[in-house]
């Protein structure tokens, strides 16, 4: 048989319509008190679902899904590659800090980006700029990677650095910005007290205002960013310390993922680090999603998002590659995960249509990460990709998102009797649960809950299968808690804190097969839980096929 055989099931042909798999990202398994939307939420479905279909709790965070330890939280873009490749690969953060830890981005065979970036900037006598996300939330970024960059820049004799912040408060505590900006100010300081060292912050803004765009949802972001980062143009103080308690109080209240953007001048008000012809910058964000506009910003010839006026000649590198396909950005300082042999590409090599619906926030999950980060179809003769355009409002205006017009379109297609595999996420528990508005968190699961029950009549109707699971937690803890009472932190008003960020919780199965006696099992043969890797095997059981050589175990027990 091919390497791309599909292995027929001895025991059970498959139900005989589609396999649908609905992710309902960031909807997790929490404490069940009042800081878990999920279960305040009003979900008849996802409670019959409980009672009444085959359920079990995955693991969705840590080691399960490549992070470097189980302290680690989960998130939509590991989710979806461990839920696709039905295996587990190392991410985008342990491989950052292997090659940190042994010196492999630095010198050697695979260093050359690095050291043509340093000759660069020596030979030119120019500025090396970094460009990221400011925390250790170790989704994007982490702050300690830039700390090591930044410490070999001086090792390096590299004289002038600027760093333009991105600030979080989405995957950290939501107010916890100037925690991140005084380490690094720090360390700035100490570099910059040696001879010949001049290393400062030049701009930033909040992530959810500048620069992070992704999937084409919202471009004035991007440009709003090079504006800031490129031309040092806008608001201009005298720090970024100072730019931050300015915003705050103007607007009581505000989290820092939204803080607006800014640039740090001199005395004479000109700005600190705009970029400049000859000047080297990397962006030092290892995730790909929210990396690829602004990296086409600096690298495309043609930009028709908007209008960046006099493009400065710059030596731009990426972290990592953030889209293989695109082969963007062409010069990387750590190579990314080689995720092959995806659920996608067999079923698509076997000539089965599948189906990969979602809106804009999501849908490069569903069609990107989940086929191994790998832009495009594997056969558009035989795949169906959707896309539902995302409001630009905020989501906790409208924790309902796209979730009714997603559905009314896959049930058109699943309705044509035409796919043997779909998948669909649902975005709201997880872009609403970043709001830090309980109250929003709660009718976003409500809305997913009415999104399931439109859902079962026709799977039954087709004889299908439904499974519903999540990529991560996020709406299950919507305060922070106390890790040394176990109670919701508050703050000097007596207040409770809102959480914006993803959770270490696991994650619902449940699998809604009528007329098919299917129960699960561990998944494992030893101690270890099952994760999101053991859902590839899983759907090909339903599909009626043996798993491929290497994927985790099926957690279909009996057919």
């Not at 970029?275 to 028709?304: K, M, T, Y």
Request: glycine letters at 10%.
């Amino acid at each position: 048989m091919g390497e791309w055989t599909l292995q027929k099931n001895a025991r059970f042909p498959g139900v005989k319509g589609p396999v649908v798999v609905c992710v309902m990202d960031g909807v997790g398994v929490g404490r069940r008190d009042e800081s878990d939307a999920v279960w305040l939420a009003r979900t008849p479905t996802l409670d019959w679902l409980a009672e009444s279909t085959p359920t079990a709790e995955l693991v969705a965070h840590g080691k399960a899904v490549g992070m470097p330890s189980d302290e680690d939280m989960g998130n939509s873009e590991v989710g979806h590659n461990a839920l696709g490749a039905g295996r587990v690969f190392d991410q985008g953060s342990k491989l950052v800090s292997r090659a940190i830890a042994d010196g492999t981005l630095f010198e050697g065979e695979q260093a050359s980006v690095w050291q043509e970036i340093v000759e660069r900037v020596h030979r030119r006598s120019s500025t090396l700029h970094f460009l990221g996300l400011l925390s250790d939330g170790n989704v994007h970024s982490h702050i300690d990677h830039l700390f090591s960059l930044l410490r070999r820049c001086d090792r390096d004799q590299i004289e002038r650095v600027r760093i333009h912040v991105l600030l979080d408060g989405r995957d950290v505590s939501r107010t916890s910005a100037l925690d991140y900006v005084d380490a690094l100010e720090e360390l700035l300081e100490t570099i910059s007290e040696k001879s010949r060292r001049d290393y400062r912050i030049a701009s930033g803004g909040g992530r959810m205002t500048t620069t992070m765009d992704r999937y084409g949802a919202d471009w004035a972001m991007v440009e709003r960013g090079w504006k800031t980062h490129v031309r040092g143009e806008g608001r201009g103080f005298e720090s970024c310390r100072c730019a931050i308690e300015t915003f705050r109080g103007e607007s009581a209240g505000i989290g820092d993922q939204t803080l607006p953007q800014f640039v740090v001048v001199e005395r004479d008000g000109k700005p600190l680090g705009p970029v400049l012809d000859g000047d080297a910058l990397v962006l030092f964000n290892f995730r790909g999603d929210r990396a690829i506009e602004i990296s086409q910003a600096f690298l495309s010839a043609e930009l028709p998002h908007f209008d960046r006026g006099p493009r400065p000649e710059v030596l731009y590198a990426g972290m990592m590659e953030y889209d293989g396909d695109l082969r963007l950005p062409a010069r990387f300082l750590v190579a990314p995960p080689v995720i092959d042999r995806t659920l996608g590409e067999f079923l698509a090599r076997a000539g089965l249509p599948q189906l990969a619906i979602s809106e804009t926030q999501k849908f490069g999950h569903v069609t990107y990460f989940w086929n191994g980060n790998r832009s495009g179809a594997f056969d558009e003769d035989v795949e169906t990709y959707v896309e539902i355009p995302s409001d630009v409002r905020p989501f906790e205006e409208r924790p309902w998102m796209k979730s009714a017009e997603i559905t009314d379109r896959l049930i058109e297609e699943l309705q044509t009797g035409r796919y043997r595999q779909a998948r669909v996420n649902y975005a709201n528990g997880d872009m609403v649960g970043h709001t830090g508005h309980h109250g929003a968190a709660i009718q976003a699961v409500e809305a997913v809950d009415l999104q399931l029950a439109r859902l079962l009549p026709v799977i039954d109707a087709l004889g299908g299968a439904l499974v519903v699971t999540a990529d991560h937690g996020n709406a299950d803890c919507m305060f922070e808690i106390d890790k040394r009472t176990g109670e919701p932190a508050v703050n000097s008003a007596g207040q409770v804190k809102p959480k914006t960020s993803h959770t270490l919780n696991p994650v619902p199965l449940h699998v809604f097969a009528p007329g098919v006696p299917v129960s699960l099992n561990g998944g494992t043969n030893d101690s270890k839980k099952p994760g999101l890797a053991n859902l590839a095997s899983t759907i090909l059981s339903l599909m009626g096929y043996d798993a491929p050589e290497g994927y985790d175990k099926t957690l279909v027990d009996s057919l």
